[in-house]
């Protein structure tokens, strides 16, 4: 299980660092993923980090978005520069078994592989 925070209401061109703390004890060895959904809109991939470090990204945030990992604090950041209002969304945090044995295959368009949801934080973007 996972509990996300760090959600707010930001201007056109703010930053967000969003976070996901794993509940009950550490990440298992697999992979944690960010993902968004919109009003009306399907689920959306945004990034993924593997526990060995390896990263994820949607081409549409590749530029802007960061994820890390951090072992001690048992969670995942994602931070968010340039935010645009197409970005609005509520935002959740998932994990999953590896898949093909490495983060470099962590990623998941729509999440079928990912469980363990958290309740999710909104982010909106004014413009």
């Known amino acids: 299980l996972v509990e996300e925070s760090g959600g707010d209401s930001v201007p056109t061109g703010g930053s967000l660092r969003l976070s996901c703390a794993a509940v009950?004890?550490?990440?298992?060895?697999?992979?944690v993923g960010w993902f968004r959904q919109a009003p009306g809109k399907e689920r959306e991939g945004v990034a993924m980090?593997?526990?060995?470090?390896?990263?994820n990204y949607a081409d549409s945030v590749k530029t802007r978005f960061t994820i890390s990992l951090d072992n001690a604090k048992r969670t995942v950041y994602l931070q968010m520069n340039s935010l645009q209002p197409e970005d609005t969304a509520m935002y959740y945090c998932?994990?999953?078994?590896?898949?093909?044995?490495?983060?470099?295959?962590?990623?998941?368009?729509?999440?079928?592989?990912?469980?363990?949801w958290g309740q999710g934080t909104q982010v909106t973007v004014s413009s």
């Open positions: 980090i593997g526990t060995d470090g390896l990263e």
């Open positions: 998932a994990t999953s078994r590896y898949h093909y044995g490495s983060g470099a295959y962590c990623y998941d368009s729509r999440g079928s592989t990912y469980s363990g």
């Open positions: 009950g004890g550490a990440f298992s060895d697999g992979c």
